[in-house]
């Protein structure tokens, strides 16, 4: 199930399981997960993209292994705020994903994530390969730590 306004996800997640936040790329999807008490998120992986029933296959494992409770994806807005091919892209998957698991699905608004995990990155004098293998997940973190900060705010 596909919930856009963060409220109705947040009302729709049982208590003290982990949530999964995705930054989907063309070529990789970011994974990060939060702890059970949702407030802290942690870089997990990068999965390299093949098709969408690989790219699944693989991310519902992950999901299924570390007993996820719902899904938070990285919406990659225009910078006017605007929705552009991107965001149609990644509202298609998500579609996809929803039609494969019961787990609640949102979204969150990715605008800057990759260029703070960048910035964070950078600061902690990480080298600029080690930078490009981990940003995805790095970024899926921002993302994921934006909506459990909301959520807390929230509740």
Not at 5 to 33: K, N, S
Not at 67 to 78: E, K
Not at 83 to 105: V, W, Y
Request: proline content about 4%; overall charge neutral.
């Amino acid at each position: 199930m596909i919930l856009d306004a963060t409220e109705d996800f947040a009302a729709a997640l049982p208590p003290r399981r982990a949530l999964a936040g995705l930054d989907l790329g063309e070529r990789t999807i970011g994974v990060a997960v939060s702890d059970g008490m949702r407030s802290v998120a942690t870089p997990l992986e990068t999965i390299r993209r093949k098709k969408f029933t690989a790219d699944a296959e693989a991310l519902l494992a992950i999901l299924a292994a570390r007993d996820i409770a719902g899904i938070v994806l990285g919406l990659p807005r225009n910078m006017d705020g605007t929705e552009g091919p991107r965001c149609q892209s990644t509202r298609a998957f998500a579609r996809n994903l929803a039609r494969l698991t019961d787990l609640p699905i949102s979204f969150w608004d990715e605008r800057l994530s990759t260029v703070a995990a960048e910035r964070a990155l950078i600061e902690a004098d990480t080298t600029r390969k080690r930078r490009a293998e981990v940003i995805d997940h790095v970024a899926a973190s921002y993302i994921l730590q934006g909506l459990l900060d909301r959520i807390r705010h929230i509740g």
